[in-house]
């Protein structure tokens, strides 16, 4: 989100200052970390995912990082940032649509704040349960070398961006980055793509909350994860085909959603020049292709998976 000037820093603000606008500064800082932090997830996730096209043996050798007990902490810091971003994601689109909410936003801000604290406890108690009463060598074990370096492409990546956005973002590089006291980005009025992609934004977003967290249920509550192999997938594929389009909608959501945020994200930080249109490329090519390749490995299971589960 760019700096706009409806928000330009009081002139009490100095240039260092660890975060200028209060709440708003600080719930937009996470939205961008934790909506970055799941775009690189979901890149893994569909690597993962184009493994099927290997059949169940190939996809369960990719995902065995995630069945390791030490790994759980990451899935649950994933959800949790799934979980934030949707309903900060929320909270900024309600101002966007009823502005009139915006004069009660530290009312609502505490509010998010309450809900998220009592759906983070809770997710956290469920998914780390099987931990409780394991003996420690048993949750640091490590099964495999490979999955154990799996596990590292995972969560250091995800770490070392973060740090770096958390400190552009906090002011300590380059003075304080300024956001609304709401922080919504306002709709975008000369251009018209970017006031579509402003919109589909909101729209993608709405439709994600049930969409992700239907999935997110299905594949972790509901199921465990120990449970979610390759033989799983085929299965559920072959019981019902249609599993098939609700992924493909998710993806599109998902991935199309991430990558424009992405964009946004890349060029608030690269500007102009040469070294903007070669991001904007590599976004849009890359974003392509693995969207593409999601998409057919989803069909090539659901086309499959008959002949396989017999
Ligand atoms: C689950 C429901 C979700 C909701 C309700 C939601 C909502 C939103 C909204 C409203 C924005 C625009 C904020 C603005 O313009 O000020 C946004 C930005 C963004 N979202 Fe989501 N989102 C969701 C899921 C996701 C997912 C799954 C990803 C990753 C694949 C993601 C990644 C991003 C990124 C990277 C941005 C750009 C952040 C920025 O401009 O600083 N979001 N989200
Ligand atoms: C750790 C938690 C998760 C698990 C265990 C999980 C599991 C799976 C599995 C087994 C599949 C294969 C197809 C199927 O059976 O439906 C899949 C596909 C998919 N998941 Fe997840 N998922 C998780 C979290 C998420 C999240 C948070 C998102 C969205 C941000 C997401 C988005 C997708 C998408 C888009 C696909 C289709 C991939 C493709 O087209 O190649 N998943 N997931």
């Known amino acids: 989100m760019s700096s706009t000037a409806a928000t330009r820093p009081k002139a009490s603000a100095k240039r260092g200052t660890i975060y200028l606008g209060g709440t708003g500064m600080l719930t937009w800082l996470l939205h961008r970390i934790s909506g970055i932090a799941v775009v690189y997830f979901l890149t893994l996730h569909i690597y993962e995912a184009l493994q099927l096209f290997g ?20 899935e649950v810091a994933l959800i949790l940032a799934v979980t934030y971003h949707a309903l900060n994601g929320l909270r900024v689109s309600m101002f966007d649509l009823f502005p009139r909410t915006t004069k ?8 998010g704040a309450a809900i ?30 490979s999955s154990l370096i ?3 492409v995972i969560v250091l990546p995800v770490a070392l961006p973060v740090l770096y956005l958390a400190w552009r973002g906090s002011g300590l590089a380059t003075g304080p980055m300024i956001v609304s006291s709401t922080n919504s980005r306002p709709a975008p009025m000369a251009n018209q793509f970017e006031r579509l992609m ?3 934004m ?12 239907m999935h997110i249920t299905i594949m972790h ?56 249109k070669v991001v904007l490329a590599c976004v849009g090519l890359f974003g392509l292709a693995w969207f593409g390749l999601g998409a057919s ?14």
């Open 150 to 152: 799996y596990a590292l």
């Open 202 to 213: 909101r729209l993608s977003g709405f439709i994600m909350i049930i969409l992700v967290f």
């Open 221 to 276: 509550f509901i199921n465990d994860i120990e449970q979610i192999t390759g033989q799983f997938v085929y299965g559920r594929f072959a019981a019902l085909p249609a599993w098939a389009w609700i992924d493909l909608a998710i993806l599109f959501c998902a991935w199309l959603h991430g990558l424009n945020g992405l964009r946004i994200v890349l060029t608030d930080y690269v500007r102009r020049g040469t070294g903007r």
């Open 116 to 145: 998220f604290v009592l759906i983070a406890l809770a997710i956290s108690v469920v998914m780390l349960r099987p931990l409780f009463g394991m003996p420690l060598g048993d949750i640091f074990a490590v099964k495999s070398t």
């Open 104 to 111: 009660h936003h530290r009312k609502v801000f505490m509010i």
């Open 198 to 200: 402003w919109s589909f």
């Open 55 to 74: 059949g169940p043996a190939a996809y369960n050798e990719a995902t065995a990082a995630y069945k390791q007990p030490w790994f759980r902490p990451f």
């Open 297 to 310: 490995v989803l069909f090539y299971v659901q086309q499959n998976a008959g002949a396989l589960m017999k």
